[in-house]
């Protein structure tokens, strides 16, 4: 059973493109992230989301939007996807009280042409 | 503001060496400290943290990392590498409980046979 899922896995698109990425978690966590991660490995956190509400809005264009329906999901909207915009992309999730814990999905490796 | 410097972004061993991966830290208030692992084209996943009780943390797959205040140190060690312990390592800071990790820039373990 996975905990934290994402989709899609891989996404090549080209630029000017909107595109979203899904992430869903069935572990009963009120907090749930979307993560950055560039091709030198570096893992940026870029929104947060506790109980539907935003929390942690870094700084980031907003060309990219979060959605959060309900506490078990948080999806990533790009618009005018930029060749900068390439990276993996990863989504968590942390219990109440254990925001430090969190736990990662696979993440999704976008790809902008 | 919080910071991690991984010092050495790749590190290689002998099958059965001693594992040592350095981290500092930078933070204005008593810090929790964590290090995660991320094995080929996966999620990250928490190998132990540090949340202001024992010093000496213990963590999975025979890690261990010790909290040096004096130092702003975190090192994580292994007694014994083993191979399938080959993958990237990321050090993270979190100002007491809120949401907000802030990773280190990764140092990747090769494990020699």
């Known amino acids: 059973d996975t905990a934290v899922s994402q989709t899609p896995k891989y996404l090549v698109t080209q630029m000017g493109n909107d595109k979203s990425i899904k992430c869903e978690q069935n572990?009963?966590?009120?907090?749930m992230y979307w993560y950055k991660q560039d091709s030198k490995k570096f893992l940026k956190i870029m929104f947060s989301y506790n109980n539907k509400e935003l929390i942690i809005n870094e700084t980031v264009p907003n060309r990219f939007s979060p959605k959060s329906p309900d506490k078990a999901h948080l999806n990533l909207h790009i618009n005018s996807l930029e060749l900068g915009d390439s990276a993996v992309y990863f989504c968590a999730s942390s219990q109440e009280g254990r925001p430090y814990e969190q736990y990662f999905g696979p993440g999704t490796r976008l790809t902008v042409t | 503001a919080q910071s991690v410097t991984q010092l050495g972004s790749h590190v290689s061993v002998s099958e059965g060496a001693l594992v040592l991966l350095r981290c500092n830290y930078s933070?204005?208030?008593?810090?929790?400290l964590f290090w995660y692992v991320q094995y080929p084209n996966q999620g990250l996943q928490l190998l132990l943290k540090?949340?202001?009780?024992?010093?000496l943390v213990k963590g999975i797959n025979g890690f261990e990392a010790e909290f040096k205040k004096s130092e702003t140190s975190f090192h994580l060690t292994k007694p014994s590498a083993h191979m399938s312990d080959a993958a990237e390592y990321f050090c993270a800071v979190s100002e007491g409980s809120n949401y907000k990790l802030t990773f280190g820039k990764g140092t990747l373990l090769t494990v020699n046979p």
């Open positions: 933070s204005s208030v008593p810090p929790y």
């Open positions: 540090y949340t202001s009780a024992a010093t």
């Open positions: 572990l009963g966590h009120d907090t």
